[in-house]
């Protein structure tokens, strides 16, 4: 009896092992299936979370008035010319004849009044509201204000929308290629609501419309026939998979699962540069990794001399090359380089010999009053990743020498973030990625009172320096103005950059149309299969 | 036995109440906010997120909040998967989770139950030091060593199999995950079967049962195995309730739309109204499925009896 059972087990087994042999059905030959690494938190525009995989989803889905060409430069979207006022505060955008949504309607200048009204309608707590505050009357009606001035997006008829500025903002073009400024179908959401973007309403303008969405699995997009450039684009389809582990990724790539992965792990580089040379894509991106130095009251990194000394002490291009197998580079400054109408600034002294710049160090730490007697205590936070861990430990051991005692502490993301925010630290690792391509996108950040100035950071001349660059229209005044008030930040040892991040992409060999770009954006549009 | 599972089902309900209750608070106890993450808000606008939440309003306020919508069966919106309310996730995610659950706990019987009544069988033979020592490696061998290897040897090298992904439960996307899923489970059974059939294999009656002339085949199938399932059965409730509700590293492994991930996405996203969700569900399935256990015991050992 128990022989005849497990027979009858084999059996069953048999067939299951044979069908094993054969592979999955193999993706449509022109469907694309790009590993993102997790799950959009909408593809509402007005709803998005903020994270840099929506760029990827909703990229795809809608075409903003400014759109973004294969090598990441700015071009027209939905919008085929503008024209900016004298005083650089009301932008008129004619829209495309042709600019359809996927369910034929026309795209009309009421779309994009909705998508901004939507945007800064306190109800929908928009992540990136604040990105779009140099529009007349968006910061008002952000917070709610009870008299806030009209919005300064107008509708002038159903092919003409008129933008108008609180105040000039030469970057403000660039600003249009966010996702958070892509149009919404008034007519649908008119008619659903905040449920427009349910899977059997949703209608987009994008080269790609979705079909589907299974949470954590997947979201299918087919190829939007009502595209206005839909003869240009070879794909049939694109797929998105939400992966958050890295090396799962990294198999799905190579057991031809996945085509493009948009992210992997630094140390797998060494790795991967050996076996998939011809897959491997690193690209200078526009994002810092830098320690925020705490400068309240009763924190010894309040103490211009030991920022600097801490700054001095620090080996960029050991932790770039040793530790982060020279996939960056080191980064003296704050904004990194290829920033458009923007020279990189370095930060005083770091160019010196490292002996110099350890006995300075040690000369300023004792000036400040610390010594063997009376050791400079410090905690440096940092949120857990195996890369942050090593860059931790390679800081404490460089400041050791100094005779600075360093306490590490980590924590998961949302922890850490909240004892930055708090101020509870003295080192704290932050990074930035731009949402644009501009110097303002990194400096902002260091503003007074700024939500992500995480040190405390106060300086009259700086935030005197970021208003007369804000209210500068001339291009070139703008970036000296800006470059000024970097070197201000630099010279008061603001905070302790590191390094200049790289994209990290995995491109199957197959596909043309790829372009590395340092805004690390990739419209599947420019995609194709083949040569 | 209908008034005793309708007793105990009553009893359920304040079990679940304290455990809402403890997740609710202990939730909001944990430092860092579902809002709190690499992007700092503008104070704004974290204003506006959380009035959007109802975030803003005193604690106890929101608790009475979500008991009332819990009442009326409604789990709240996501925070963070705004597309999704929590029931159309767990909705989503639980049949996922249910098959490739429910498919290892099958393989794991099937496989687990005659590994073990072998080794029982054949005690201090080469079949049981092999059969336990696998199982040892089972055990000891983690689900986050097993479940990559299997993608990268199946998957990658030898390519027979997909390394990830659902494709909408076809196939050849569930054996790694189940398989790997099972592994563990498999040697826990066998483990548990062959000491509890060792067990039963020396009581009296299986002696009086060999004394009446039964045939060694006739023991083991018609009087030992039924009570030497016994501690199987009551580790599989909460075995499978865990099983189904999500095996949070398989899933992410290999890319599975199931339960699990949203115990860790939400955890660590601090997306309180979701972990809520999963914490409900979850404390619902265990009471049910040890309720189920309880019941399975009276119909396998005549003994037991649920009349009062």
């Known amino acids: 009896m128990f022989d005849s059972r497990t027979r009858r087990l084999t059996a069953c087994c048999i067939p299951l092992l044979l069908g094993a042999l054969s592979l999955s059905a193999p993706l449509s030959a022109a469907t694309l299936a790009i590993g993102i690494q997790g799950e959009p938190a909408s593809l509402d525009s007005a709803r998005i979370g903020g994270t840099t995989w929506e760029n990827d989803v909703l990229g795809d889905l809608f075409e903003g008035l400014v759109t973004l060409d294969p090598a990441g430069h700015y071009v027209p979207g939905v919008a085929r010319s503008w024209e900016v006022s004298d005083d650089g505060k009301t932008y008129t955008f004619h829209l495309r004849d042709d600019a359809d949504w996927s369910d034929g309607q026309p795209v009309v200048a009421a779309d994009f009044v909705l998508a901004f009204q939507r945007l800064f309608d306190p109800a929908n707590g928009a992540v990136y509201a604040n990105l779009f505050y140099p529009i007349g009357g968006a910061e008002a009606r952000t917070k709610g204000a009870a008299d806030a001035p009209p919005l300064g997006v107008v509708a002038v008829d159903a092919k003409t929308l008129e933008i108008t500025l609180e105040r000039p903002t030469p970057y403000f073009t660039t600003l249009l290629a966010h996702i958070a400024a892509s149009p919404v179908p008034a007519h649908v959401v008119k008619r659903y609501g905040d449920a427009w973007t349910q899977m059997d309403h949703i209608v987009t303008n994008g080269a790609f419309t979705p079909t589907s969405w299974v949470s954590h699995d997947h979201i299918a997009a087919r190829k939007n026939p009502e595209f206005h450039a839909a003869d240009e684009v070879a794909l049939d389809g694109v797929d998105y998979y939400p992966v958050e582990d890295r090396s799962a990724s990294l198999q799905r790539f190579r057991a031809g699962g996945l085509d493009i992965v948009r992210d992997f792990s630094p140390d797998r580089y060494q790795w991967l540069q050996d076996n998939l040379p011809d897959a491997v894509h690193l690209a200078p991106q526009l994002a810092n990794y830098y320690f925020a130095l705490n400068q309240r009251d009763g924190h010894p990194t309040a103490d211009k001399r030991v920022r600097e000394a801490l700054n001095l002490a620090i080996r960029r291009d050991v932790i770039a090359d040793k530790i982060m197998g020279g996939v960056v580079s080191p980064a003296s400054g704050f904004v990194p380089g290829g920033v458009s109408h923007y020279d990189a600034q370095r930060m005083p002294g770091l160019d010196r010999p490292r002996d110099e710049r350890i006995a300075q160090a040690r000369r300023l730490l004792e000036d400040a009053g610390y010594g063997p007697d009376h050791p400079l205590e410090l905690n440096l936070r940092y949120s857990t990743t195996e890369a942050n861990k090593r860059i931790a430990v390679a800081l404490a051991a460089m400041w050791q020498p100094l005779g600075v005692k360093t306490q590490l502490i980590n924590a998961e993301g949302a922890v850490h973030y909240a004892e930055l925010a708090n101020g509870n630290f003295d080192v704290g690792r932050a990074s930035w990625v731009a949402d644009f391509d501009d110097a303002s996108n990194f400096l902002g950040i260091l503003q007074s009172g700024a939500p992500k100035n995480y040190g405390g950071y106060r300086s009259p001349a700086f935030d005197a320096l970021m208003r007369a660059a804000n209210q500068e229209t001339d291009a070139d005044a703008r970036q000296q103005l800006l470059e000024q008030a970097e070197r201000q930040a630099l010279g008061d040892y603001a905070m302790a950059p590191i390094y200049i991040d790289v994209s990290r992409n995995l491109v199957a060999p197959d596909l043309s149309g790829w372009q590395d770009n340092a805004l690390n954006r990739h419209l599947s549009r420019w995609i194709s299969r083949g040569d | 036995m209908l008034s005793y599972t309708l007793k105990r089902l009553l009893m359920a309900i304040p079990t679940l109440l304290i455990v809402i209750t403890i997740s609710f608070f202990l939730m909001r106890v944990a430092p860092g906010g579902p809002f709190d993450g690499e992007r700092q808000l503008p104070p704004e606008i974290e204003a506006n997120l959380k009035a959007a939440y109802h975030l803003d309003e005193p604690l106890p306020m929101q608790y009475l909040r979500y008991m009332g919508n819990l009442l009326e069966g409604d789990f709240g919106p996501s925070f963070k998967y705004k597309d999704f309310s929590v029931t159309e996730l767990i909705m989503q995610g639980f049949p996922v989770s249910l098959e490739i659950g429910g498919l290892a706990i099958l393989l794991a019987l099937l496989v687990g139950l005659p590994l073990g009544i072998a080794a029982a069988i054949r005690r201090n033979s080469t079949v049981d030091y092999l059969v336990m020592g696998t199982a040892l490696t089972g055990i000891a061998v983690p689900n986050f060593v097993i479940a990559p290897i299997f993608a990268l040897v199946f998957g990658v090298l030898l390519a027979w199999l997909p390394a990830g992904g659902w494709?909408?439960?076809?196939?050849?996307?569930?054996?790694?995950?189940?398989?790997?899923?099972?592994?563990?489970?498999?040697?826990?059974?066998?483990?548990?079967?062959?000491?509890?059939?060792?067990?039963?294999?020396?009581?009296?009656?299986?002696?009086?049962?060999?004394?009446?002339?039964?045939?060694?085949?006739?023991?083991?199938?018609?009087?030992?195995?039924?009570?030497?399932?016994?501690?199987?059965?009551?580790?599989?409730?909460?075995?499978?309730?865990?099983?189904?509700?999500?095996?949070?590293?398989?899933?992410?492994?290999?890319?599975?739309?199931?339960?699990?991930?949203?115990?860790?996405?939400?955890?660590?996203?601090?997306?309180?109204?979701?972990?809520?969700?999963?914490?409900?569900?979850?404390?619902?399935?265990?009471?049910?499925?040890?309720?189920?256990?309880?019941?399975?015991?009276?119909?396998?050992?005549?003994?037991?009896?649920?009349?009062?």
Do not use: C
């Open chain 2, 167 to 308: 494709n909408g439960g076809a196939w050849p996307n569930l054996v790694l995950p189940v398989v790997a899923l099972s592994i563990q489970q498999i040697a826990y059974i066998a483990r548990m079967m062959r000491a509890s059939m060792i067990e039963t294999l020396g009581s009296h009656f299986i002696r009086t049962a060999r004394a009446k002339g039964l045939s060694e085949t006739e023991v083991i199938w018609r009087h030992a195995i039924r009570p030497a399932m016994l501690p199987v059965v009551s580790y599989l409730g909460p075995a499978i309730a865990g099983i189904i509700t999500g095996s949070v590293v398989i899933e992410q492994i290999f890319g599975i739309p199931g339960i699990g991930r949203y115990f860790v996405q939400g955890a660590l996203n601090r997306d309180y109204t979701l972990v809520m969700g999963t914490v409900v569900f979850y404390g619902v399935l265990i009471v049910l499925m040890n309720l189920i256990v309880d019941l399975l015991y009276s119909a396998l050992d005549p003994q037991i009896r649920y009349d009062d």
